[in-house]
């Protein structure tokens, strides 16, 4: 039997880790994905501002569920002078636990409060 | 002692380079970091576990260390994909495909997926790039040789197997196309191992699988279950009709069966250097 030195330890020992750590962490968040996507659409109106192509909102999307949505279409509508706007955002992907930043455009500061909703998704 | 510990450090840093070589193709793919969450966990699972077994298999043909007990030549493979673990993790981070958002689940799936590849990678490394071929090796024995066909058919196939073309490809082709397609893959991979001259050509042995062409067949089956075995890993059949799981299933085999030949190609050659 060929002898190990400090090297061939050292790495032995940080890969058994690693592998150990990826493992329970695929098991320990498998076993508990039992609940189906569950998004939530957080709007940031504070930290709106006015750009070159009218007023900007920031949103963040979040997964809260334990699987995956995909092609999430998100809406928001507001009454821009008088008229009633949407802006409406598509996420590709938001695997589970996940969450991504958005921004909604309107063509000027609405004079009404920003309503979210969502409008659908698909399943993998 | 320090030479024996730089040239540890030397042989993981090549292994570490194999492991990329092998592996970016499907750090930048971004249907591989998809089915890192797409799919059910336990498939995940089940694939780094093949991933190791297959990583196992070709280190007992040749891996780090020549000489080696049972429990040395598990350690090396557990080091093979823990090297895999460690790389896709950095390298995910760094191609921002990991950051503060990613759930542990996503980012878990991420990586198991991206190991796989980057472990075979370290193990080829540590096996055909290390320049130093065995003392009086006669080649490998026809198992042995195609165990390498379908880990060369699995590497080449891997980098494709993930996106979308093979499914295209696959749903479009027409029956008599697949035939011929079938016909032709059998004859480019034959022509590749036995009739191109490349360097490595083989040796044929003795036995049935000794002969050139049904080593051929053989391989090119060996090809077929690679593929059946990677896009079923891929969900690539879930909800498709028998037709197009036929296609798809063709048209993947061409590249593994070309991977399948030139892994041939690269043992034979290491033979054949050794014995001059």
């Known amino acids: ?70 092609a999430v279409v998100i809406e928001a509508t507001a009454t821009v002078a008088g008229e009633d706007e ?3 955002i598509e ?34 | 002692m320090t030479d024996e510990v730089s040239a540890s450090v030397r042989d993981y840093i090549r292994a570490a380079g194999g492991g990329l070589i092998v592996g970016l193709p499907l750090l930048f793919t971004m249907e591989v970091w998809w089915h890192g969450f797409e799919l059910p966990w336990w498939k995940i699972l089940l694939l780094l576990g093949i991933g190791f077994g297959i990583v196992l298999g070709y280190s007992s043909i040749a891996g780090f260390r020549r000489e080696r007990t049972v429990t040395e030549l598990v350690l090396d493979s557990v080091i093979a994909l823990g090297l895999g673990v460690v790389i896709a993790a950095v390298a995910l981070v760094l191609l921002g495909q990991i950051d503060g958002t990613t759930s542990v689940r996503e980012a878990s799936g991420k990586i198991a997926l991206e190991s796989i590849p980057i472990a075979f990678g370290v193990s080829l490394a540590a096996t055909q790039l290390g320049g130093e071929a065995t003392d009086g090796d006669d080649g490998a024995n026809p ?68 002969h050139p062409w049904s080593e051929t067949l053989t391989a090119y089956a060996m090809s077929l279950l690679v593929s059946v075995v990677l896009l ?37 050659g290491h033979s054949e250097a050794s014995s001059d």
């Open chain 1, 86 to 88: 949407a802006s409406e």
């Open chain 2, 143 to 210: 198992f042995e040789r195609l165990l390498i066909a379908a880990g060369g058919a699995l590497i080449f196939a891997l980098n494709v197997a993930p996106t979308e073309e093979p499914m295209l490809l696959g749903i479009q082709a027409p029956f008599w196309l697949l035939v011929l397609v079938i016909g032709v893959s059998i004859v480019v991979t034959y022509a590749l191992v036995f009739l191109a001259d490349f360097g490595g050509r083989l040796r044929t042995g003795a036995g049935i699988l000794g």
């Open chain 1, 1 to 70: 039997m060929t002898k190990r030195n400090v090297v061939e330890w050292a790495v032995l020992a940080v890969s058994i880790a690693a592998i150990a750590l990826l493992v329970a962490a695929l098991i320990l968040t498998g076993l508990n994905e039992n609940r189906p996507a569950d998004l939530r659409i957080e709007l940031r109106p504070t930290e709106a501002r006015t750009g070159e192509h009218g007023w900007l909102v920031p949103a963040t999307v979040r997964n809260e569920g334990d699987q995956t949505a995909e």
């Open chain 2, 232 to 268: 079923w890993s891929f969900g690539r059949f879930d909800g498709v009709g028998l037709g197009p799981i036929m296609g798809m299933i063709v048209m993947l085999t061409v590249v593994a069966s070309v991977g399948a030949a030139v892994a041939r190609l690269l043992v034979g």
């Open chain 1, 91 to 124: 996420v590709a992907f938001l695997p589970a636990g996940s969450e991504q930043e958005v921004v909604f455009a309107f063509s000027a500061e609405p004079g009404s409060e920003v309503t979210v909703r969502l409008v659908g998704f698909q399943l993998p």
